[in-house]
């Protein structure tokens, strides 16, 4: 079984921190992903990686950056965190052929205050 | 606007009964259709999937019909069973685009013992 984790649950900052969060697949899955979930909204893509270094932007990047220096690992950095960013934040990997299913993580809970 | 919708945001039945869940797309370079079920504090995980050249995909007590005239789809849960209560979402992907799926907002689905 694909296992995708991310490595915190539940996570409290404060306006205008960096936030860093991580996710590591161990499946040797190519493409990895970040969505937010919100109520209402659905998932959303936030940065796709199709390989080590390389990232694209999603439908909503404004506020992200992201990190994929090795292939099981891709992070997601918020420079400086506000309240809108508040949500839960999904990772997912996948094989690299176009109807592979996503694997995702549990989720990260994110609040800002 | 969104491109996959899901008009219900939630839906309730009695165990054993069928559950039906609706979605509906706008946009006609979809062709690959797939359904993820996500329990509280979980991420999603994939369910079942249909390709556009086919109109019904059964596996177990799932299956998914796709009517492209009309661009909608639907999920049918048969029987339906308490463990099922689960949002669900269903998400679109164009071939010859990446794996850049595109999620409806998800549907809260309660059976009810």
């Known amino acids: 079984d694909v296992k995708v984790t991310q490595s915190s649950r539940y996570l409290v900052k404060r306006t205008g921190e960096k936030v860093f969060l991580e996710c590591v697949q161990d499946?040797?899955?190519?493409?990895m992903f970040w969505y937010r979930q919100d109520p209402g909204l659905g998932l959303r893509l936030i940065y796709f990686?199709?390989?080590?270094?390389?990232?694209e932007k999603g439908d909503i990047p404004e506020g992200y950056s992201v990190s994929r220096e090795k292939k099981e690992r891709f992070s997601l950095i918020l420079e400086s965190a506000s309240t809108n960013q508040t949500s839960m934040y999904l990772c997912?990997?996948?094989?690299?052929?176009?109807?592979?299913?996503?694997?995702f993580g549990n989720g990260t809970r994110l609040t800002v205050t | 606007d969104q491109q996959v919708k899901q008009n219900s945001p939630s839906l309730s039945v009695q165990e054993g009964r069928i559950s039906i869940l609706n979605c509906d797309y706008t946009?006609?370079?979809?062709?690959?259709f797939l359904w993820y079920k996500k329990y509280p504090a979980e991420g999603p995980t994939f369910l079942i999937s249909?390709?556009?050249?086919?109109d019904k995909n059964e596996d177990g007590r799932f299956t998914v019909f796709l009517n492209k005239s009309a661009k909608h789809l639907s999920l049918h849960i048969v029987p339906s069973q308490p463990g099922d209560s689960a949002v669900y979402f269903c998400a679109a992907i164009s071939s010859g685009y990446g794996q850049n799926f595109v999620f409806g907002p998800g549907t809260r689905l309660s059976v009810l013992p």
């Open positions: 946009n006609s370079m979809f062709d690959y």
């Open positions: 990686s199709y390989d080590v270094k390389m990232k």
């Open positions: 249909i390709s556009s050249i086919k």
């Open positions: 499946m040797d899955h190519e493409n």
């Open positions: 997912a990997s996948s094989l690299g052929t176009g109807h592979s299913p996503l694997h």
